[in-house]
């Protein structure tokens, strides 16, 4: 499934995986949220209710672009690096164009909504 996350004037655009944990997260959309800054390559907000991981790897290593959920704080996490294996974290999807919008200081508001068809 294709997304787009709005900020402010720019479009990144996303396409999610064929999971669980991905398309319970595309139950919630559209969506609003506040994207802070973590741990320099990390843009994270709080999701208003907790993702199914069912059939989820217990672990992930994150590249540069990926929508992830991390389980243990229930919020969602777009890596703008790379980084190492985290226990509890689950790729939803990757950023296909746009990166660079979500790659200014936070916190700032994002609108995420299906693309459309």
């Given at each position: ?14 396409t ?12 919630l959309l ?42 243990p ?11 190492v ?6 790729r939803l ?10 790659k ?5 508001r994002?609108r ?6």
């Amino acid at each position: 499934m294709k997304i787009h996350l709005h900020v402010d004037a720019q479009v990144a655009s996303a396409t999610l995986d064929d999971t669980a944990a991905a398309r319970d997260f595309a139950a919630l959309l559209p969506l609003t949220l506040t994207l802070k800054d973590y741990a320099v390559i990390e843009r994270i907000a709080d999701l208003p209710r907790k993702l199914s991981v069912t059939g989820a790897p217990t672990a992930h290593a994150p590249q540069a672009g990926e929508l992830t959920y991390y389980a243990p704080w229930g919020n969602l996490a777009i890596f703008l690096d790379s980084n190492v294996r985290a226990q509890g974290l689950v790729r939803l999807g990757r950023v296909d164009t746009g990166l660079a919008a979500l790659k200014r200081p936070g916190p700032f508001r994002v609108r995420i909504e299906r693309a459309p068809d």
